[in-house]
């Protein structure tokens, strides 16, 4: 399946917004009136929502963050015109207390309905969208987020489990991260900790040779792995190999690593060592050979879900 096509008669823009625990980011897209869209532009905000937890209640100063940041992403679309926006929420406000009285505040402030995905939904969402890229018969794709993972299989272009898992990039650091990166001792705990989650994760019955993944943690490995090992800047695959290279010079933690996470992604300067970590470990679980990195995600299989065609 190829990427939707332009259409000369587009029917309305329209934005996605994904409530993350770690970034809050808005796409505005151009929807066609023959089911397809193209994304005319992307706005993220590092919020780190999972920082304002505390006994599992997100408080008043998270919360004004949040909207704080959806004010932000209004204000922006006012200079388009009259747009409307969709918002959902993943582990970000699932997996808190008080749920309610966040959408509640949200609403009062903003106006806005958000809507809270459950972790399978989340999981289904990302995968229609990764394979708008990139259709897979048979296999897996897996998301690292900030707060959670997310892991579909799939056979003959159905899928046939989608879970989510507590364990994210964000959620490692804050759990065993003194510092800004992790030394060799936390090293040894996040990976443990990400061996001990994936045992009960869906995993087809060996290894497949392709996989697909999505999310803000894989980009950046793309990102990084792209310089590190002179592919081309569009390039979207890396073979296991290479993200066994790339995550042990990531995790050397000296120069080269230093040098390529702040030229690449500054912003997940703190959160990048776990992340490769979890990918690493869960891509092994997964693939045999090849990962292919979308560009499409959860939002693009909320959109497509919502308005142009039926869940695969």
């Given at each position: 399946?190829?990427?939707?096509?332009?259409?000369?008669?587009?029917?309305?823009?329209?934005?996605?917004?994904?409530?993350?625990?770690?970034?809050?980011?808005?796409?505005?897209?151009?929807?066609?009136?023959?089911?397809?869209?193209?994304?005319?532009?992307?706005?993220?905000?590092?919020?780190?929502?999972?920082?304002?937890?505390?006994?599992?209640?997100?408080?008043?100063?998270?919360?004004?963050?949040?909207?704080?940041?959806?004010?932000?992403?209004?204000?922006?679309?006012?200079?388009?015109?009259?747009?409307?926006?969709?918002?959902?929420?993943?582990?970000s406000l699932r997996n808190i207390k008080n749920t309610d009285e966040v959408l509640a505040a949200i609403r009062e402030r903003t106006?806005?309905?958000?809507?809270?995905?459950?972790?399978?939904?989340?999981?289904?969402?990302?995968?229609?969208?990764?394979?708008?890229?990139?259709?897979?018969?048979?296999?897996?794709?897996?998301?690292?987020?900030?707060?959670?993972?997310?892991?579909?299989?799939?056979?003959?272009?159905?899928?046939?489990?989608?879970?989510?898992?507590?364990?994210?990039?964000?959620?490692?650091?804050?759990?065993?991260?003194?510092?800004?990166?992790?030394?060799?001792?936390?090293?040894?705990?996040?990976?443990?900790?990400?061996?001990?989650?994936?045992?009960?994760?869906?995993?087809?019955?060996?290894?497949?040779?392709?996989?697909?993944?999505?999310?803000?943690?894989?980009?950046?490995?793309?990102?990084i792995a792209n310089q590190y090992l002179d592919k081309p800047e569009g390039n979207r695959i890396l073979t296991m190999g290479e993200?066994?290279?790339?995550?042990?010079?990531?995790?050397?933690?000296?120069?080269?690593?230093?040098?390529?996470?702040?030229?690449?992604?500054?912003?997940?300067?703190?959160?990048?060592?776990?992340?490769?970590?979890?990918?690493?470990?869960?891509?092994?679980?997964?693939?045999?050979?090849?990962?292919?990195?979308?560009?499409?995600?959860?939002?693009?299989?909320?959109?497509?879900?919502?308005?142009?065609?039926?869940?695969?």
């Amino acid at each position: 399946m190829t990427e939707p096509r332009k259409n000369t008669s587009a029917i309305v823009n329209c934005a996605v917004v994904d409530l993350g625990s770690n970034t809050i980011r808005m796409t505005l897209y151009d929807v066609q009136d023959h089911g397809g869209f193209l994304p005319l532009f992307s706005e993220k905000r590092m919020a780190g929502l999972v920082n304002y937890i505390r006994d599992g209640v997100l408080s008043r100063e998270g919360i004004e963050v949040a909207c704080g940041v959806l004010r932000g992403f209004q204000r922006m679309l006012r200079q388009f015109g009259d747009i409307p926006m969709n918002v959902f929420a993943t582990a970000s406000l699932r997996n808190i207390k008080n749920t309610d009285e966040v959408l509640a505040a949200i609403r009062e402030r903003t106006g806005l309905v958000v809507e809270v995905l459950s972790g399978e939904l989340e999981a289904r969402y990302g995968c229609l969208g990764a394979m708008l890229t990139c259709p897979l018969e048979g296999g897996a794709v897996f998301d690292i987020g900030g707060g959670s993972t997310e892991i579909v299989l799939l056979d003959n272009g159905r899928i046939t489990r989608a879970e989510s898992l507590d364990i994210g990039s964000l959620n490692l650091y804050n759990r065993y991260v003194s510092e800004l990166w992790p030394d060799r001792g936390e090293i040894e705990k996040i990976a443990a900790a990400a061996r001990k989650k994936l045992r009960r994760a869906p995993a087809p019955a060996k290894p497949v040779p392709n996989v697909l993944a999505i999310g803000g943690t894989a980009r950046a490995v793309l990102k990084i792995a792209n310089q590190y090992l002179d592919k081309p800047e569009g390039n979207r695959i890396l073979t296991m190999g290479e993200l066994d290279r790339t995550t042990e010079m990531l995790l050397a933690r000296k120069g080269t690593a230093r040098r390529l996470i702040l030229k690449s992604c500054p912003d997940r300067v703190h959160t990048i060592l776990p992340g490769v970590i979890l990918m690493n470990t869960t891509a092994h679980i997964l693939c045999k050979k090849q990962l292919y990195i979308s560009r499409y995600g959860v939002r693009e299989g909320y959109l497509c879900q919502k308005l142009t065609s039926p869940m695969i």
